[in-house]
């Protein structure tokens, strides 16, 4: 049997960070003079940060470039993945139990890797590799996305488009709450396992081999 993959989300699976997120494109654009339109948050949904500032250029700020506006909210985040951003309860402990079997850890995520890695050493999160949407260029709403990572795999994702392509591709999915989201009921009937939190939760058996 091939050795289990588990693939863990990073914003709104492992860290509390969602409110940072939603809130960002507004408050960024407000910062410069730019009342954003209510659809703001469902065309950003799917786009890296880079990805964002390009749209907030073309659309919003022409007199900036993307390179400024990327480095802007960036700094933002920075601060915050620094200093103030926390993981959900149970999720560390959780991880380092995945990690303490013959299983290969991977965080894979949006997130710019940057700010990745500040995580994975903030709190010396036990995985193996790191996957980043820029780094691979493959958005996770592309099955592929997951499909190239491997066969085998335990998914854990808050995001729906994310978990609709990792089920398309294959995978266990484990699909984490997040309040800030407002589409639990159509991720609810995709799913294998929906968690509320992370707390005693146990590794899926299929998925589990035994502890080293």
């Given amino acids: 049997m091939k050795k289990p993959i588990h693939v863990f989300d990073l914003d709104g699976t492992i860290l509390d960070s969602m409110p940072m997120w939603r809130n960002l494109a507004k408050n960024f654009l407000l910062s410069q003079g730019v009342n954003p339109p209510d659809n703001i948050l469902d065309r950003l949904l799917t786009l890296t940060l880079k990805q964002s500032a390009v749209l907030f250029k073309n ?3 022409p007199k900036l470039s993307a390179d400024e506006i990327n480095d ?64 691979v260029g493959i958005q996770k709403n592309d099955p592929s ?5 491997g066969n085998n795999l335990v998914v854990y994702e808050d995001a729906l488009h994310a978990i609709q392509s990792a089920i398309v591709s294959g995978a266990y999915v484990v699909a984490i709450d997040e309040p800030a989201r407002a589409d639990k009921e159509l991720i609810l009937p995709l799913v294998n396992e929906y968690w509320y939190d992370w707390l005693d939760k146990e590794v899926p058996k299929s998925y589990a081999s035994q502890k080293e």
């Fill in 72 to 135: 802007m909210m960036m700094d933002y985040v920075r601060h915050q993945y620094a200093n103030n951003i926390i993981a959900k309860p149970g999720a560390l402990e959780y991880m380092k139990e995945v990690a303490n079997r013959n299983i290969y850890v991977i965080l894979a995520t949006a997130t710019p890797e940057e700010q990745a890695i500040a995580i994975v050493d903030r709190f010396n999160l036990p995985i193996d590799e790191l996957i980043t949407v820029d780094k």
């Fill in 145 to 149: 996305f997951f499909s190239k990572i």
């Fill in 59 to 61: 659309d919003f700020l």
